[in-house]
């Protein structure tokens, strides 16, 4: 009986060690990783803001080591606002962005789409994967 138990461990065992093998192969081994992009530098709510000011968009990831911050703003469902940043290349890890463009309307309030985006420029070349993404109004 004792040689059943130890037998069964056994097999216990080498399935474990080899669902663990196959979890690690599909996943690279890597850790897992997080990424979050807001209005305050806490990743907490967003917030208003009035037109023709600018917006600071905070971000924070572990995914990637180059994110970029690409906004979209509309106006009446009309795309009025969009722009991309480099948040890598600022200590802080923060993306500014004007609420101004040839197309912006001074006055009327917008819906705004903030992603946080890894360029794939290597691998898969022009892939885009967003990491994250944060909604806010802009108040006309």
Wanted: proline share 2%; net charge positive.
């Amino acid at each position: 009986m004792l040689r059943k138990f130890a037998r069964q461990g056994s097999i216990v065992a080498v399935l474990l060690l080899v669902t663990a093998s196959v979890a690690m192969a599909a996943g690279g081994g890597r850790q897992s990783s997080s990424s979050w992009i807001s209005l305050n530098s806490t990743g907490g709510a967003a917030t208003t803001n009035a037109s023709g000011s600018s917006v600071t968009l905070y971000e924070g990831t572990t995914a990637v080591t180059r994110p970029f911050v690409h906004l979209m703003c509309y106006q009446g469902g009309t795309l009025t606002l969009q722009g991309w940043n480099a948040v890598f290349s600022t200590p802080t890890g923060s993306a500014t962005f004007t609420f101004s463009s040839p197309a912006w309307q001074t006055g009327a309030a917008a819906s705004c789409t903030a992603n946080l985006e890894n360029w794939d420029q290597y691998g898969t070349k022009g892939k885009v994967s967003v990491l994250a993404t944060t909604t806010f109004q802009v108040n006309g």
